[in-house]
T-cell receptor, first 115, second 113 residues
Framework: EAGVAQSPRYKIIEKRQSVAFWCNPI?????LYWYQQILGQGPKLLIQ????????DSQLPKDRFSAERLKGVDSTLKIQPAKLEDSAVYLC?????????????FGPGTRLTVL | DQQVKQNSPSLSVQEGRISILNCDYT??????FLWYKKYPAEGPTFLIS?????DKNEDGRFTVFLNKSAKHLSLHIVPSQPGDSAVYFC????????????FGQGTELSVKP
């Protein structure tokens, strides 16, 4: 079974530029999560999808971040415009469990550097 | 507001000995706890979990203990192996919040041969 795929793996941009990340979850997983992991910290949830509906986006900075999950499968996370403090690893995870319990499977992440 | 805390940023243990990683939480509403392991340049991988109705869960060399009164959980690895060297994150969730995981800051474990 293929794992969660993410691309690109690394991205370097200037501040005020825009960037997009892509995630392909494990086949059949209805729940998809985007996390931000700043160096030295644990991952922090940005947004959660159940199929193609948003379950939780309370910690997504909506003035600059947006995310969508078309057809309940792949997802993209966009930042526009980027700030220096957005430098982090962006992790995508998926789960096939009832979204209350159960493990989440993580992709390798996209390391974003904003200069 | 750091609801899940791992106060030890690093831990060094000799191969074959026990590794004990600790985690404290502040929200008594958490009802499910997980440990993840992370190697460099990879995403976290699930290790073991425990529901709040239990106080212990074992899986091979890994055991998680939950002390609800102290709001504390720990991960024991016995015996420790060099391949266990990684960053370990504890995470907590509430069933009625859709599986949202709140992570600690992580503890970097180094197992020396």
């Amino acid at each position: 079974e293929a794992g969660v795929a993410q691309s690109p793996r690394y991205k370097i941009i200037e501040k005020r530029q825009s960037v997009a990340f892509w995630c392909n979850p494990i086949s059949g997983h209805a729940t998809l999560y985007w996390y931000q992991q700043i160096l030295g910290q644990g991952p922090k949830l940005l947004i959660q999808f159940q199929n193609n509906g948003v379950v939780d986006d309370s910690q997504l900075p909506k003035d600059r971040f947006s995310a969508e999950r078309l057809k309940g499968v792949d997802s993209t996370l966009k930042i526009q415009p980027a700030k220096l403090e957005d430098s982090a690893v962006y992790l995508c995870a998926s789960s096939d469990r009832d979204p209350g319990f159960g493990e989440q499977f993580f992709g390798p992440g996209t390391r974003l550097t904003v200069l | 507001d750091q609801q899940v805390k791992q106060n030890s940023p690093s831990l060094s243990v000799q191969e074959g000995r026990i590794s004990i990683l600790n985690c404290d939480y502040t929200n008594s509403m958490f009802d499910y706890f997980l440990w993840y392991k992370k190697y460099p340049a990879e995403g976290p991988t699930f290790l073991i979990s425990i529901s709040s109705i239990k106080d212990k869960n074992e899986d091979g060399r890994f055991t998680v203990f939950l002390n609800k009164s102290a709001k504390h959980l720990s991960l024991h690895i016995v015996p420790s192996q060099p391949g266990d060297s990684a960053v370990y994150f504890c995470a907590a969730s509430r069933y009625n919040q859709g599986g949202k995981l709140i992570f600690g800051q992580g503890t970097e474990l180094s197992v020396k041969p």
